[in-house]
Structure formats: structure tokens, C-alpha cells
């Protein structure tokens, strides 16, 4: 029997240094052969399709200088774990880049060489509370270019990813890209000649913010709305509510797309930007814009005739000097729910400002696919342009919810087929005059009838969010003109240009998952037991306001000096309302008892099953597994 007992545990001891050496072969093999396996719930370990694709074009020695303040002192505990997640994506950049990314982990401690470097780099040190400078930055350089990221908010840890492939992105091109403006509004402002300005009294329109805003990363052309072709320099080509737009420049916009160019179209059911004059005591609207024949080609529909209300976004405000504020829910304040938050373009902006905005519905054609950037609730309509502007309370009183989600910004994707097939449109009659004086029209055989490759377009159903009077704040300090943003429209303008007029495998970098695990569960309590504290302040609420009532009916009825004195109904009416308040109080008191008491419960729970639920699983199986071997043996 001791000989059997000796046997097992021989036999045991040994299945566990074989198990062990297994454990650390397959190691050791897998990190030889830089295999990784991601586990996490949302890829946070593994790089999107186009950040690889851009990390295999550098065919040069690109330098990442990651400067990181290492001493345990000179770094808030909130950063630490956060820098650890940057030298993981890093190692994982390196790891695809097949030798050509070389990552520098540096500590610039104070008054050293690497903080020297870090601000020469334009690495941008942080004040702590004790007066130190702590580092969280990354340059990267490929000669002659360099570009920096100051440093790394843990608010951006889902663009981390993205703003590292950017970058290198930016160093691996050498040339400026080249935004074209295609639109009839004063975006590039204004320029009035003296003489009109002093008769008149008038001033020159400065440029909207978001050209001025583009202009200090890209070259900004203006582009006529007659053009008949589009620069071939040009990479990205917003147009801006191109109401009446002629057909040959359609076709222009139609072949920019198919060699390659990336389109921002933001259309409009109704521009408050583009006022009609004719009426100086009511000025309406100007005509809506579309690009229907493009639109059509590529499988989608924006309807002109009606404009996207949504109660969720809506928000009171003071229509008038004076007059209570009014809920206009055709003015969408998009929070997060109605915001792509997985698409880096918008993964970092909070709210979207789209006045009187249009809609996008129908299919993508064939070898497209669409991404909704921008959208509405269900608790949304379609209402008519004019009645929305006019009677916005009336929208609010007769409002049905049509309990559909209303795109309102989509990206599409893919191979696009162009919507001229046979070739360039021939010249309208007025412009027939000019035709001697232009080059012959192209033969219909020289148009491309589709893009070689996937290409982008992006339609935003609403053009009024470029200009100042919704995106930003101009002041006048001390003759300086400040511009800050009112909401996230500017930043969103900036980062969908950015994206397009990049590497073409930026459109394809995702915003990447993060850490920071909301609890969920206790946040739908938490909803729950608000909804029933609102619900018993409303009741409270009622009870005061017909309190209120009863008491000035009985006031009403007094003579005189009688007035401040309490009737005993008044005192009976008073006595009952403040033992309902009482009632109501102790209601409130037990909710948010309960409510901690099962947060603390369901806490208390999960511990329990995260810290001793595996040791006790793994415990019961291995009392299991040593029964069943005891009966075996018994068998023997």
C-alpha cells in the first residue's frame, strides 16, 4: 500500500514538472515566433487593418522617442498604468513594421539631456502638485520630418491608436495636402471696397473659423461652382451646399472621385447661411441643396422637403429677447447616442450642433458600404422646412415619433461607378458662347466609368454647422479676435479632413477599445432609482402646487386685515401638506437607502466570485477529479 502511495506521488510530481516544462516551451516557441493571442473583449490588443497596411509602407528607419517621467515621485498614480498601455501599443507598432520602427524609451528627468530632447522635440512637460514637470509624450522622426504628440491624455486612450498611426503617417509624406472648397456661401469671407463700406457703414467678412482653422495644417484652393474639372492636386474636396449646381460640374465632382479624390458633400434641406434678400423684414431660407444625381448612382436618397426634428436633442432656448425659452427640436444638440463614438473621426467630440438638418436613407450600391457618423434617436420626426422654423411649438404639441434612427452623416466606402456613363454632359445653350474659347469636350470614351481602387466619400445632411453663428464664440479682447468653439462641430470638421486628407489606411483605423470598464449594472440602478426619486419629487411637486392653490383661493376670499392671518381650514390645508412632505421624505430616504444597500450587495457579490470564485472552482474540480481517482482505485 506505501509502495502505491510512493508510486502516485512520484507519478504526480513528475505530470507537474512535465505540465510546467510544456507551459514554458510553448512560451518561450510562441514569443520566438511573435504569436499573440487577444482575449480582450474589444481587440484593444490588436492593430486595425490600416494601421498595419501603413506600418508596411516604411521602407526607412522611422525613430520613436517615448518620452515617459519613470520615477515612481514625479508621476501621478493615475498616469502609470496608462504609460504601460502606450509602450504595449508601441511594442506591438514595432512588431509590424518589420524592423523599420525603432521605439526609445527615455526618462527626462530634471535638468537632463532627455528633458533637453523632449522639448526640442516638443514634448510638453506637466506640473504636479509639488511643482515638478512629469512627461508622457511621443516624437516620432523620419529625416527631414518630425512630428510630435506633447502629450498623451488618458481621455484619448481610444484614439491612441490612431493618433500614432497619424503621425506616422504625416512623417512618411513629404507634401502639403491640398484641401479644394467648392461652395456659393462667404466661407472665405468677404471684401468690401472702401468706398461701399463708408457709404454703407459696412465691414469686411472675415473668413468662417473652420478655413481658418484648415488653413494652418493644409492648403485651402477655393474652387469655383462653375468648374468644369477639379485640380489634380487637389486630395480632398469639400462642397458646401452646392444648390443649383450645373451638371459639368457634377461631372467634375463625378471624375475627382473616380481618380481617387476623397469627397465631403454637407447638403442642406434649408440654409439659414444662405438668406434670400428679397424681403429685408422676413428673410427665408435659401434653396436647398443636393447632389442627387451622384447620390442616386451610389444607392443613397437626401430628401430636400423635409427636415429631421428629435426630442431627445432638443433643448429650450430663448428664440426671443424677453420671451420664455422655447424647445425647438429641429435644432439637434447630438449627444453621445446619437454620435459614432467607434469611428475615430468621432470618438472624442461630445456634441454636435446640426440646425434644420436633413436625412440620408437607402442602400449602398454594389461594392459600397456605409458607416453612420452622425444620427438621430427614435424618438424623432420629418417635418416640413418652413413650419419648422416658424412654429416650433407647434412641432413640439403635435410630435409623433416615427421610432426611427434617421441618419444624418454617413461615410461610404468602397468602389464607386460613375454616374455619367456616357460621358461628359454636353454644355448648356448660355454656355455654348464660350465653348470656341475652350479646349474641344472630351470624347465620351475618355471619362473613368470607376475608381481602380476603394475610395471615401462622406455627405453630411446639414451645412449651417461650418459657420461661425453655430460652431464658435468670436470675442474682441483687446483688439485680438478669440475664437473658441461652442461645441464639438469645429473639432469634428477637423478631424474628418484630417482623415481623408491622410493616408488612405487612416479611414480604415478604428477607435480602439478601452480599459476603463463602466459597471454597467449599477449604472442601470442607479437610472432606475432616479427615475423613482423623480417620480416621487413629482409627486411632491403636485402636492405643493395644489397646496399653493388651495391656500390663494382662501386668501382670495378674505376681507382686509384678515388677509395674514391663517383661516383653520388654511392651518388644516397646511398641517395635511406637511405630513405628506414628511411621507414623501421618508419614501425618498428608503430609495436611496435601498439603492446603496443593493449597490454595496451586488459589490460585495461580484468580489466574491471575481477573488474566490476560480480558487473555489478550480478546488471543488480537484476534489472531483481525486473521488473519481479514489473509486478507481477501489475498482483495482
Known amino acids: 500500500m506505501k509502495e502505491k502511495k510512493l508510486e502516485t506521488l512520484v507519478f504526480s510530481t513528475v505530470g507537474v514538472v512535465v505540465m510546467f516544462i510544456i507551459v514554458v516551451a510553448v512560451n518561450l516557441i510562441a514569443s520566438a515566433l511573435k504569436t499573440r493571442v487577444d482575449l480582450t473583449e474589444g481587440k484593444i490588443y490588436t492593430l486595425s487593418p490600416g494601421t498595419k497596411a501603413i506600418l508596411k509602407k516604411i521602407d526607412a528607419p522611422v525613430e520613436v522617442r517615448f518620452y515617459y517621467s519613470q520615477g515612481q515621485s514625479r508621476i501621478p498614480s493615475q498616469y502609470k498604468a496608462y504609460a504601460k498601455q502606450v509602450e504595449d501599443l508601441l511594442n506591438e507598432f514595432r512588431q509590424y513594421a518589420g524592423g523599420n520602427l525603432e521605439v526609445k524609451k527615455l526618462d527626462p528627468e530634471p535638468d537632463s539631456e532627455a528633458e533637453d530632447l523632449a522639448n526640442l522635440d516638443g514634448v510638453e512637460g506637466q506640473m504636479v502638485e509639488t511643482g ?138 434649408m440654409c439659414l447661411a444662405d438668406v434670400q434678400k428679397q424681403n429685408p423684414m422676413m428673410p427665408m431660407p435659401g434653396a436647398p441643396s443636393n447632389l442627387e444625381k451622384l447620390l442616386k448612382t451610389w444607392g443613397i436618397t437626401f430628401d430636400t422637403t423635409k427636415v429631421a426634428a428629435d426630442m431627445n436633442f432638443a433643448k429650450q432656448l430663448m428664440v426671443r429677447q424677453g420671451a420664455k425659452p422655447e424647445t425647438i427640436p429641429t435644432l439637434l444638440f447630438l449627444s453621445a447616442a446619437g454620435i459614432n463614438k467607434e469611428d475615430a473621426v468621432a470618438a472624442q467630440v461630445d456634441e454636435i450642433l446640426l440646425p434644420f438638418a436633413g436625412v440620408f436613407t437607402g442602400s ?22 418652413f413650419m419648422s422654423q416658424m412654429t416650433p411649438s407647434k412641432i413640439v404639441d403635435d410630435f409623433k415619433e416615427s421610432d426611427t434612427v434617421y441618419a444624418l452623416a454617413v461615410r461610404l466606402e468602397g468602389k464607386f461607378k460613375t454616374s455619367f456613363p456616357d460621358g461628359k454632359p454636353k454644355a448648356d445653350d448660355k454656355d455654348a458662347e464660350k465653348k470656341d474659347e475652350k479646349k474641344p469636350d472630351d470624347k465620351p470614351g475618355d471619362s473613368l466609368k470607376e475608381t481602380k481602387a476603394d475610395n471615401a466619400v462622406l455627405l ?172 478507481k482505485t477501489k475498482a483495482q
Not at 509624450?137 to 484619448?156: C, E, H, M, T, W
Not at 465691414?203 to 468644369?228: C, H, T, Y
Open 132 to 269: 515638478d514637470k512629469f512627461y508622457l509624450g511621443i516624437a516620432i522622426s523620419l529625416d527631414p520630418q518630425k512630428v510630435a504628440l506633447p502629450f498623451l491624455p488618458p481621455n484619448r486612450e481610444r484614439l491612441l491608436e490612431y493618433d500614432l498611426a497619424r503621425a506616422i503617417s504625416q512623417v512618411l509624406s513629404t507634401n502639403k495636402p491640398v484641401i479644394g472648397v467648392m461652395t456659393p456661401l462667404p466661407v472665405f469671407g468677404m471684401q468690401m471696397p472702401p468706398q461701399m463700406r463708408m457709404q454703407m457703414g459696412g465691414q469686411n467678412q472675415e473668413p468662417w473659423a473652420f478655413i481658418s482653422e484648415l488653413k494652418r495644417d493644409f492648403e485651402v484652393k477655393q474652387v469655383a461652382m462653375e468648374a468644369d474639372k477639379i485640380d489634380d492636386d487637389i486630395k480632398v474636396l469639400m462642397v458646401v451646399h452646392p444648390k443649383d449646381i450645373k451638371d459639368a460640374a457634377l461631372f467634375a465632382i463625378d471624375q475627382f472621385v473616380m481618380r481617387g479624390g476623397k469627397l465631403i458633400a454637407c447638403l442642406d434641406p
Open 364 to 385: 449602398p450600391a454594389a461594392g459600397l458600404k456605409q458607416s453612420i457618423l452622425l444620427k438621430t434617436s427614435k424618438k424623432s420626426q420629418l417635418v416640413e422646412p
Open 460 to 631: 453630411i445632411g446639414d451645412t449651417d454647422f461650418l459657420s461661425d453663428q453655430f460652431s464658435v464664440q468670436v470675442q474682441n479682447f483687446f483688439g485680438q479676435k478669440m475664437v473658441t468653439p461652442r461645441n464639438g462641430n469645429l473639432a469634428l470638421t477637423q478631424n474628418i479632413v484630417e482623415q481623408l486628407a491622410g493616408d488612405q489606411n487612416l479611414i480604415g483605423v478604428r477607435s480602439r477599445g478601452t480599459l476603463n470598464r463602466p459597471f454597467t449594472v449599477v449604472q442601470e440602478m442607479q437610472a432606475k432609482a432616479n427615475a423613482r426619486f423623480q417620480a416621487e419629487l413629482a409627486k411632491v411637486q403636485k402636492e405643493v402646487d395644489e397646496t399653493n392653490q388651495k391656500l390663494n383661493e382662501m386668501q382670495g376670499k378674505k376681507q382686509g386685515n384678515q388677509r395674514f392671518v391663517l383661516s383653520p381650514e388654511q392651518q388644516a390645508e397646511m398641517d395635511k401638506f406637511k405630513k405628506n412632505r414628511a411621507e414623501a421624505n421618508k419614501k425618498l430616504k428608503k430609495v436611496r437607502r435601498e439603492l446603496a444597500q443593493d449597490i454595496e450587495s451586488l459589490e460585495l457579490r461580484t468580489k466574491v466570485i471575481n477573488i474566490a470564485g476560480m480558487p473555489i472552482l478550480v478546488t471543488l474540480l480537484g476534489i472531483g477529479l481525486a473521488v473519481v481517482r479514489k473509486q
